[in-house]
């Protein structure tokens, strides 16, 4: 289930600073904010939260994601580097619901796509769970991923992506699923060494033909031109999974996640997509474009 948010009354603050640059934004949250209590201060950009907290000590920060001159992710890392240790929410009104509604439904289409290739392969019906998205720090992402996994073992196929946006796309199969659905294709049997020796050649096949269809699904929608590495195949745990994926500890990445199952033949399994937050903004500018046209 997606993550609950926090508010600041959880946080037991009395004083909170409000990161901003939409000014008609930041001031609402403070009116908001002031009529529950609190006491807040405001700045309109990056530099100028990093100068009020040289003078000031806040109980919680509020901060835009998507800012022009320094990004929300440039703040927190030089709060990191200042040793500030002051709890931050991380917001964004670049994102409004509108727009996280369109990028569910588009990764969707894409996934819907992906399965029905993955249904001609196996002639096999698979049920789909409803993708969710959240905006998350790549420990987060972990933490996530492998309370979804429940710790298990994982074989996973992984491709990225660049052009207009950017991120990871990736297959992600419990170990024994990820035999099942090789046995069921390859017509080896379960434990043999013939097996092993075709697995990673016809999960990488199986990777690059879904995560095709899901990415390609998700350019076309969009008409935006998208390049993608040759596929990698890993085994180990979520950490290994990223840790091949690239991802700095400092980045902040949109996850959108989902679960299928093929009931008949017992194999589960993950499609999950990562955008790197610092495209976002022509992720979201071509989602506008799109719906501007519809």
Known sequence: MPATPVSPKQLKVTSILVVEDSWLTRRVICKILRAEGYETWEASSGPEALELLAAKTPNCMLLDLLMPEMEGREVLQAMRSRGYKIPVIVITADIQARQLDALQELVNIGIGQAAGILNDMIESPIRLQIPYLQILSPADVQAQLEQHLNGEQIAAVQLKFTGSFGGIAQLVFPTNSAAMLVTMLTGEEVGTHDLDSVKIGTLSEVGNIVINGVMGAISNVL?????????NYTEGTIATLLTSGGLAADTVVLLAQTRFIIEKLHIQGDIILIFNVSSFDTLLAAIN??????
Do not use: M
Request: no cysteine; proline share 7%.
């Open 223 to 231: 008409q935006q031109r998208l390049n993608y590495s040759i596929p």
């Open 289 to 294: 474009q799109l719906a501007g046209g519809l």
